[in-house]
C-alpha cells in the first residue's frame, strides 16, 4: 500500500499546493516548478540505478545491465503522473474541470489497466519507454494502474477542499472510514474471483485491486486523521518529515542498495540475516535514514550550503561518469 497511499496523498495535496490565478490559470511559475521537479525525479529514478559505468564503455555493456537500468520505479511514475497533472491545470480553468477530468482519467486508467499490460510493449516501442506500460520487464510499478490513485487523490483533495477547514479531520475520520470500509468489502471478493484471469503480474491490472487499494487507502487516511487527535503535539516532526519525502526515498534506497562507489546492506548483509537481524536492520535503516534527513534538512536551511550541494552533487556525477 506504500505506492498508493504516496500518490494519492501526493494528489491530494497539490489542490492546495497549485493555486490559480484569477483568470483561473496556474501561475508560470508555478508551472515550472512542477514541471522541473517530475523532470528532476525522472533524473533520480534512473541515476539510483546507474550501471556503474564510464561513458567510454556504455557501448560494452550487457543487455542485462540496460534491462536493469530501464526498470521504472515510483520516482518514474510519480514524475510522469505530476507531469501529466501539471497539463492537466493547464487545459481546465477551475476545479469543478480539474475534478471531472481527473475522476474520469482515473477511471479510464483504472478499466484499460488489463488491456494496456496484455500488450507486448517490447515490439512496437523502445524498452525504455515500454517499461511505463508493462511489468513483463521487470519494472515495478507502471502507468497503468498506479497514475490512477494521484488522480483519484487529487478527487478527494477537491472534495476535502470545499469541507471548511475546522470540520476536514472529522470529515475524513467519518467518510474516509464509511467509504474505505465498504469499497474494500466490496471489491475484495470480486478481486478474489477475478484472479483466475489476472495471474501472475497481471494481477495488478485487475481493477477490483486498484479500487480495493483505493479503499484501503481512504482507511488509512481516517485512522490517521483519527491518531492525529493524539499526535497534534508533534506536528512539527510530522511535517519536517513529510517535505522531505523524496529525499527519505533515496537515503533509505541509498543504505539498501548502495551507490558505485558506496557498499549497502544488500552488498554487506545480502540473504544473510535471519529473523532477529533482519528486524535490528530494519530499525537501524530507519534511524540512519531519519538521522540524515534531518541532517539534510538543517544544513539546506542555511542557505550556504545549498550551493555546496549543488556543486558536490554534479562533481559526484562527473566522477561516475568520466573516473
Not at 512542477?34 to 557501448?59: C, H, N, Q
Not at 516501442?125 to 507502471?142: C, D, E, K, V, W
Not at 469541507?163 to 467518510?175: G, N, S, T
Not at 487516511?221 to 511535517?239: G, Q, R
Amino acid at each position: 500500500l506504500t505506492a498508493p497511499v504516496f500518490l494519492m496523498v501526493s494528489g491530494a495535496v497539490h489542490i492546495f499546493a497549485n493555486k490559480r490565478d484569477e483568470n483561473g490559470n496556474l501561475p508560470n511559475q508555478t508551472m515550472y516548478k512542477r514541471f522541473k521537479m517530475s523532470f528532476l525525479l525522472l533524473v533520480i529514478g534512473y541515476l539510483l540505478a546507474y550501471p556503474s559505468v564510464k561513458i567510454y564503455e556504455l557501448y560494452t555493456q550487457p543487455m542485462h545491465v540496460w534491462t536493469d537500468f530501464f526498470k521504472v520505479n515510483i520516482l518514474h511514475i510519480f514524475a510522469v503522473s505530476l507531469f501529466l497533472l501539471t497539463l492537466l491545470y493547464k487545459i481546465t480553468k477551475n476545479d469543478k474541470q480539474l475534478g471531472f477530468a481527473s475522476l474520469s482519467i482515473a477511471i479510464v486508467i483504472t478499466a484499460l489497466s488489463p488491456t494496456v499490460l496484455a500488450i507486448n510493449w517490447d515490439n512496437y516501442i523502445h524498452i525504455g519507454l515500454a517499461n511505463y506500460l508493462s511489468y513483463q520487464y521487470g519494472s515495478i510499478f507502471s502507468i497503468f494502474p498506479y497514475s490512477a490513485y494521484l488522480f483519484y487523490g487529487v478527487t478527494l483533495g477537491l472534495i476535502l477542499k470545499n469541507v471548511e477547514i475546522p470540520k476536514r479531520r472529522d470529515f475524513l475520520m467519518k467518510y474516509g472510514a464509511y467509504i474505505g470500509i465498504c469499497l474494500t468489502i466490496l471489491m475484495y471478493p470480486l478481486y478474489y474471483k477475478l484472479t483466475i484471469f489476472y495471474s501472475g503480474f497481471m494481477f495488478k491490472s485487475n481493477p477490483a485491486f486498484t479500487l480495493m487499494n483505493v479503499g484501503l487507502v481512504l482507511l488509512f487516511i481516517a485512522i490517521s486523521s483519527f491518531l492525529y487527535k493524539f499526535l497534534s503535539k508533534f506536528e512539527s516532526i510530522f511535517s519536517l518529515f513529510s517535505k522531505r519525502a523524496i529525499v527519505i526515498y533515496v537515503i533509505h534506497l541509498t543504505i539498501l542498495y548502495g551507490m558505485p562507489v558506496m557498499p549497502s546492506f544488500q552488498y554487506l548483509f545480502g540473504n544473510s540475516l535471519d529473523l532477529f537481524n533482519s528486524f535490528i536492520a530494519v530499525w537501524i535503516v530507519i534511524m540512519m535514514t531519519l538521522l540524515l534527513t534531518y541532517a539534510f534538512d538543517v544544513s539546506v536551511k542555511k542557505q550556504k550550503y545549498v550551493t555546496l550541494y549543488k556543486y558536490s552533487f554534479t562533481a559526484y556525477i562527473l566522477y561516475l561518469l568520466f573516473v
